[in-house]
């Protein structure tokens, strides 16, 4: 979480992930940071909406989106990896669609010590 904490983006969400207990994790770790969870308690709620999500990158208030190893145990993971833990599969969440629309709009940042969507 330094790599995460160090770059002071000046944003509403120091970085969003999938699933309130990532979130909760995340927060804990960055003692309170902002840290915006998607997909509720499971990671296939629909909060936000992709065009919230999509609004708040638009706007600034949010640059970086964990991924694959959201901890950043893991260098060289890619992607989001497999859609276990609760995750759904489907195309149909708000979740799913955050996710694809992430992968396709956003650049993994090789600098980051897991992967990191940076949105900005």
Same mark, same amino acid.
């Given at each position: 979480m330094a790599w995460l904490t160090a770059r002071d983006t000046d944003t509403t969400y120091l970085a969003a992930t999938f699933g309130a207990q990532q979130a909760a994790s &995340? =927060? &804990?770790a960055t003692d309170g940071a902002s840290i915006l969870p998607i997909g509720g308690f499971n990671g296939t709620d629909d909060v936000p @909406?992709? *065009?919230s999500f999509v609004s708040l990158v638009q706007s600034g208030q949010l640059r970086y989106v964990l991924g694959g190893d959201e901890r950043g145990a893991g $260098? /060289? $993971?890619t992607g989001f990896g497999a @859609? /276990? !833990?609760g995750r759904s599969a489907s195309t149909d969440t $708000? !979740? $799913?669609q =955050?996710?694809?629309w992430v992968e396709q709009n956003c650049v993994v *940042? !090789?600098?980051a010590p897991g992967t990191v969507y940076d949105c900005g």
């Open positions: &995340l =927060i &804990l @909406t992709l *065009d $260098a /060289g $993971a @859609t /276990g !833990s $708000a !979740s $799913a =955050i996710r694809q *940042d !090789s600098s």
